[in-house]
């Protein structure tokens, strides 16, 4: 991959929904040539797929909340039971099994501190095998990257 392949990476993140000719301009490319590049990018999977970003705020989904959980039993069967349950909560944007003091990272999406305690009571509270839960409240997202070009 190349710097021309970058740059068209950063275009597409930028607008996925560029045209062809729009992109090729931004990139210095002909049309042709940047199509190509671009299928290429595709075949090769470096794009895997095109998405749509919703804007949560005006959803209504104003609190993030980020949760460090930590389970009694770190058994397979016991993540296994852990992550089929987690899955289930639509709230839940983001969740990873990690190494340190805590074993799973998780973030939420919740309209309001209310609607958290909700769900903390009738669904976070009844994940299975769980020793402790620590919640932490985003004051303000300082970056976010869907996915750097490094």
């Known amino acids: 991959m190349d710097n021309i392949d970058k740059k068209i990476l950063v275009e597409l993140q930028k607008d996925s929904r560029i045209t062809n000719v729009n992109l090729a301009q931004k990139v210095c490319l002909s049309p042709s040539a940047c199509l190509r590049r671009v299928q290429s990018l595709e075949q090769r999977k ?12 005006e959803l209504g989904h104003k609190t993030q909340i980020i949760l460090q959980i930590t389970l009694a039993d770190q058994g397979s069967k016991n993540l296994e039971k852990f992550e089929k349950s987690i899955i289930e909560i639509p709230q839940v944007i983001s969740c990873i099994l990690i190494g340190g ?38 004051l303000r997202q300082v970056v976010k990257r869907i996915n750097p070009i490094l």
């Open 46 to 57: 470096i794009i895997s797929k095109y998405t749509t970003i919703l804007n949560q705020q």
């Open 101 to 138: 003091s805590y074993d799973y990272l998780v973030k939420l999406l919740v309209r309001d501190i209310e609607d958290y305690e909700e769900l903390h009571r009738t669904k976070l509270s009844q994940l299975p095998n769980i020793s402790s839960l620590q919640s932490n409240f985003t």
